[in-house]
């Protein structure tokens, strides 16, 4: 069962992982904001809640098509942890290893290497080559300070642009190959709304790399300025692709269903709770996804939460992929008002 979301949090930051402060201070402001019931990206009617959060949880890696069984098998073994979406869409084919050339400034080289994008999560691998072994020497992490953009120039991922679609990131930094002056950062943007555009081409600007040491992530060692702009064309895979909408047979008064639909990677759903307090967040991972086999999936991590008609509105997205060929499913809310509400979710004959 889901733990609380500071929980979350906390217990994701005790893992030997370094997140910088900036980033934290977007995850704590992120439960400020819930708290005190303001979103500054939100219109005033309706109120809208958002919360958001900064996981860091283990490393993801996204497989190109011309990975082998071996190599899937101990990437999944080392890097997937809770991300048993992904994990599924990869093992049947969906992600794309990148051919693009690499952009060198100011001694270092990137390059992005694998990409995989549904309407709920953008993931990404970017090689990371310094000129001088010495100034990695004492590195243990880094984070980069991305523009991501679609082909119309729509931000999909951007500090301090509003109306973004991706409201967290988790993010690692794998060391293997630092004696030879070589990081790889992987990131995974995440929108609870899956409301992340279809396109058939990224651009990628590194505005920024931070390089910190272990166990001292609210300073970096150094901050290297870019830019590196990166134009990455996607597979058709990626610019076509078509979810299954479901539909719910029983809605009730205390539980409904606005909308769902099953995507390569994740099961994204809509749904109205009626409840005293519409406001309270720990009605948030009361929600489960089970199968009609009584496999429960997990939460991807992210949700967002408003308020609408003295109901909560909440969109999540669940570990379970397109690829899994699940056929009916089960949104059932846990303790609500002393029951469990359960509505059934089919897929849609339109």
Known sequence: ???????????????????????????????????????????????????????????????????NQPVIAAIKAAFWGNHAGIE???????????????????????????????KSRLGLSVDVKFDDLKSIKNVASMYLDMVITNSQGNVISGDGYPNQPVGGIEFTTDTTNKDSGSLRYNVLFQSSTASIPQTDQLKAEIKSIALYAKDKADKPIKVIEGPWDHNVSLDKQFS???????????????????????????????????????????????AQLVDSTGNIYKSSGMASMSTENNKAIISKVFEVSSFDKVESLNLVLKDISGKDSVVKLVKSTK
């Open 88 to 118: 599924s869409a990869v093992e049947n084919g969906y992600g794309q290893e990148v051919q693009t050339a690499s952009v060198k400034s100011h001694g270092v080289e990137t390059k992005v290497t694998n990409v995989v994008i549904d």
């Open 1 to 67: 069962m889901e733990r609380d979301y500071e929980q979350q949090l906390k217990s994701s930051l005790s893992r030997n992982v370094e997140i910088p402060q900036s980033v934290l201070n977007k995850a704590e402001g992120a439960f400020d904001e819930i708290r005190s019931h303001r979103n500054q990206r939100a219109v005033k009617k309706p109120v809208f809640i958002k919360k958001q959060w900064v996981a860091a949880a283990v490393a993801v890696v996204f497989l190109g098509l011309t990975f």
């Open 240 to 286: 076509n692709t078509k979810g299954v909408a479901y539909t719910a047979t029983n809605n009730n008064d205390e539980l409904s269903v606005i909308s769902a639909e099953l995507l390569p990677t994740g099961f994204y759903v809509k749904f109205a709770v009626t409840t005293p307090n519409p406001n309270d967040e720990n009605i948030v991972p009361k």
